[in-house]
């Protein structure tokens, strides 16, 4: 069965801080795909890495970067933890680099106090 | 760019009924349709797609048809079972876009009551 993986379901930050989303997929998948869900918005792209050491910005990368060393883990970064950042944060990996025929993980639920 | 409308928001219906969602899209150039489906505390799970060239296509109890000239397409769920209750994300985008552009919908809550 395919996985896609994430380090954390819950996580609890202070402002300022630099945190850390971690996902890894086990499908050989050349790429991955961070979003944010919050309420009434839908998932909007952050960030999008097509290989390894390749990324591109997505929709709303502001606040945030990304790191691709190996080809099954993309991570995400928030340099300094915002209050407007806290939020539903989705990895997904994609045998397309369109995006077509996502696979998420569980989710990352991230307060920022 | 691309800005995808989704209605409605919440939708309750009694188990064997049909549900129907609706998505509009903006941009004609898009040519790609998923539907996604998320239950509670799991990420969202990809249950059918279409394309533009494609006006309808079945799965079983689910549904999706496609209207390029009014630029909206639907998801249809037939006899709802208690288990179909989820969150639902319509999507769109084109070929020939770069790297991953699905936009999304805002995602409609479905409720099926026993």
């Known amino acids: 069965d395919v996985k896609v993986t994430q380090s954390s379901r819950y996580l609890v930050k202070r402002t300022g801080e630099k945190v850390f989303l971690e996902c890894v997929q086990d499908m050989d998948h050349e790429n991955m795909f961070w979003y944010r869900q919050d309420p009434g918005l839908g998932l909007r792209l952050i960030y999008f890495s097509y290989d390894v050491k390749m990324k591109e910005k997505g929709d709303i990368p502001e606040g945030y970067s990304v790191s691709r060393e190996k080809k099954e883990r993309f991570s995400l970064i928030l340099e300094s933890a915002s209050t407007n950042q806290t939020s539903m944060y989705l990895c997904?990996?994609?045998?397309?680099?369109?995006?077509?025929?996502?696979?998420f993980g569980s989710g990352t639920q991230l307060s920022v106090l | 760019g691309e800005n995808v409308e989704q209605h409605p928001s919440t939708l309750s219906v009694q188990e064997g009924d049909s549900a129907v969602i609706k998505c509009t899209y903006s941009?004609?150039?898009?040519?790609?349709f998923p539907w996604y489906k998320q239950e509670l505390g799991k990420g969202p799970q990809l249950i059918i797609d279409i394309r533009s060239n494609v006006g309808e296509k079945k799965d079983q109890r689910i549904a999706v048809t496609l209207n390029k000239t009014a630029k909206h397409f639907s998801l249809h769920i037939t006899e709802t079972q208690p288990e179909d209750s989820a969150v639902y994300f319509c999507?769109?985008?084109?070929?020939?876009?770069?790297?991953?552009?699905?936009?999304f919908g805002a995602g409609t809550q479905v409720v099926v009551t026993p």
């Open positions: 999507a769109a985008s084109r070929r020939g876009d770069s790297w991953g552009k699905l936009q």
């Open positions: 941009d004609s150039a898009s040519n790609y």
């Open positions: 997904a990996s994609s045998p397309t680099v369109r995006g077509e025929k996502l696979f």
